[in-house]
């Protein structure tokens, strides 16, 4: 494996609750809660998890788009979270988002090559036929026709769209792209090709993925290691294919059993059925936060936070890991 790009360590994200009266604090929730991982050079590390779980908010917290509430997370050595507005700025070329819905993070009064070139404005000084050509550069990479330059984004359509995003993206050529839900909007048949855009992409470019997905289905041909959040915790992390093949969480057997695409080898699996509904980050259960939909709940799991435990390359926090 190739030397890690982030070392995230203990990282929280609360959100405190103001709805009380005269805007009173009344409660935090736990969106991101004490989470450790390193995201490797050239590696897509998939984050998967239901809606709710903290997802997004890692993401955002990691190329600072949102200011962790703890923690650390090193990038090529340098602390993001204590850089100065300066130090920011220069930081924001080599990491980027590209969104869930390609519509609401375009503005729709912008010619798409007015879209893409925006970025190169803010950060680079380039001459005019510089930026233009460094725009049609973009455009021919994503797929895009550059005649389309002068169109505006409600002339495309969905995937189209995603490639604008993606071209955004790329212009200050980063090393760190946060993929959040890329392809959830987009049809099916559309969403293999702008996964294998990106894969494409990332070779080309030697690009880091953190692949935001609520859907295992999507995740599993493409990513080199899964990490597994419920609640604002990472429940397990490991290479995508072991972790398919042998679950180490209860949960995250669940996820698997739940994905929309049929496994022939997981047809015999044992079905899981889970119990409830997401408990609040508001009010985190005790203990393992899996615990009261968990089918293999036991006393411990009520009252003490699994520790994390190593197998091996893999990640586990649970009491009782199915090994
Ligand atoms: N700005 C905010 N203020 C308060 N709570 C927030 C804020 N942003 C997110 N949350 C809460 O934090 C928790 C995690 O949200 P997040 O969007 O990160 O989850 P997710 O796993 O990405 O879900 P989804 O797939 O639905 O986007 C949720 O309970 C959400 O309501």
Avoid: W
Avoid at 26 to 37: C, E, K, P, Q, R
Avoid at 81 to 102: A, C, V, W, Y
Avoid at 137 to 148: C, D, F, I, S, W
């Amino acid at each position: 494996m190739d030397k890690p790009l982030m070392q995230v360590r203990n990282v929280k994200k609360y959100f405190p609750v103001d709805k009380g009266l005269f805007g009173k604090k009344t409660g935090t929730v736990h969106a991101v809660d004490d989470i450790s991982f390193d995201v490797y050079e050239k590696e897509t590390l998939a984050i998967v998890g239901e809606s709710g779980c903290g997802k997004s908010t890692l993401g955002r917290t990691l190329i600072r788009l949102l200011d962790a509430t703890e923690g650390t997370a090193h990038f090529e050595g340098r602390d993001i979270f204590s850089l100065s507005q300066n130090e920011l700025r220069q930081l924001r070329k080599e990491m980027q988002i590209i969104f869930q819905d390609p519509f609401a993070s375009l503005n729709p009064r912008m010619k798409v090559s007015d879209i893409i070139a925006e970025p190169l404005i803010t950060h680079e000084s380039l001459g005019k036929k510089e930026r233009e050509d460094r725009v049609a550069e973009l455009m021919e990479l994503v797929g895009l026709r550059k005649a389309y330059g002068s169109r505006y984004p409600h002339m495309f359509s969905g995937g189209q769209r995603q490639r604008i995003g993606i071209a955004r993206a790329l212009a200050l050529h980063p090393k760190f792209i946060v993929c959040d839900e890329p392809v959830s909007a987009l049809d099916v048949s559309i969403q293999s090709q702008i996964i294998n855009l990106l894969q494409k992409l990332q070779e080309q470019n030697n690009l880091t993925y953190l692949f935001i997905s609520h859907d295992l289905s999507v995740v599993r041909y493409f990513s080199d290691r899964i990490g597994v959040m419920f609640l604002g915790k990472m429940m397990e992390l490991g290479p995508t294919e072991e972790v398919y093949r042998q679950p180490l969480h209860p949960y995250t057997k669940f996820l698997i059993a739940a994905a929309p695409v049929p496994d022939p080898r997981s047809r015999n699996q044992e079905k899981l059925i889970l119990e409830g509904d997401i408990p609040s980050p508001l009010r985190p259960p005790s203990g393992c936060r899996f615990h009261t939909r968990c089918p293999y709940v036991q006393d411990i799991c009520k009252s003490k936070e699994p520790e994390i435990q190593q197998f091996d390359g893999r990640s586990v926090a649970c009491h009782f890991p199915l090994v």
